[in-house]
């Protein structure tokens, strides 16, 4: 079973932020946090991941609680184009697997 | 650099027959991973490699699913015979340390 919680669906205005929010509540001190994004048809893409800071790449900002049993995903300014569906998984900084357990995600819809 | 390919895209077959797909991950890629995604669904991981060997196959249901991967590069995952809970959009992915980069899937459909 995924580790992750996540909203089944949000509706964001496009050029608003979208802020996209996860609980990992079992979350262990060796596990990072990952996010994906699924767009129609296609396989899923990496967003961004993070251990304990908050992280800022092109595509988003990570934001994870002190405590790390919740995080949020914020896209800054929504764009059409990234009506998708947003994957949050935690994932063991030391195994050899790597494996990632997929939950059913938030299905993001930005709105004209 | 090329991304993961897969092919074909798409595939319909009977129930009972045989499928096979194909997954040409990104160069120098040492894990590649299959999974399987019904629709509405996340991603289930089926099986890992580890240049060409099994790290993880506790999810692929062996009577009938099979996959291998050759030298250490593409890989193949084969269905035989097809039932139609297979009906599915299987997703191959390769990586190197922690990060996975997906292939655009195939689409089977069972009837």
């Known amino acids: 079973d995924a580790k992750t919680t996540q909203p089944p669906s949000m509706d964001c205005a496009e050029g608003r932020a979208a802020n996209l929010p996860c609980n990992h509540s079992?979350?262990?001190?060796?596990?990072?946090v990952y996010w994906y994004r699924q767009i129609h048809s296609q396989g899923p893409q990496y967003i961004i991941h993070?251990?304990?800071n908050n992280e800022t790449n092109e595509m988003a900002s990570l934001i994870i609680t002190e405590d790390r049993k919740s995080s949020t995903l914020i896209l800054p300014h929504a764009t059409l184009r990234d009506t998708a569906v947003y994957y949050c998984?935690?994932?063991?900084?030391?195994?050899?697997?790597?494996?990632?357990?997929f939950g059913t995600g938030t299905r993001l819809k930005v709105l004209a | 650099e090329a991304g993961v390919a897969q092919s074909p895209r798409y595939k319909i077959i009977e129930k009972r027959q045989s499928v096979a797909f194909w997954c040409n991950p990104i160069?120098?890629?040492?894990?590649l991973y299959w999974y399987q995604q019904i629709l509405g669904q996340g991603p289930k991981l089926l099986i890992q490699f580890q240049n060409n060997g099994v790290v993880d196959d506790s999810q692929l249901p062996k009577d009938r699913f099979s996959a291998e991967r050759l030298k250490g590069v593409d890989s193949t995952l084969k269905i035989q015979p097809a039932k139609l809970e297979d009906s599915a959009v299987y997703l191959c992915?390769?990586?190197?340390?922690?990060?996975?980069?997906f292939g655009p899937g195939t689409r089977l459909t069972v009837t």
């Open positions: 160069s120098g890629h040492a894990t």
């Open positions: 079992t979350i262990s001190g060796n596990e990072y």
């Open positions: 992915a390769s990586g190197r340390v922690g990060e996975q980069y």
């Open positions: 998984i935690v994932r063991p900084t030391t195994s050899g697997t790597y494996k990632y357990i």
């Open positions: 993070g251990l304990k």
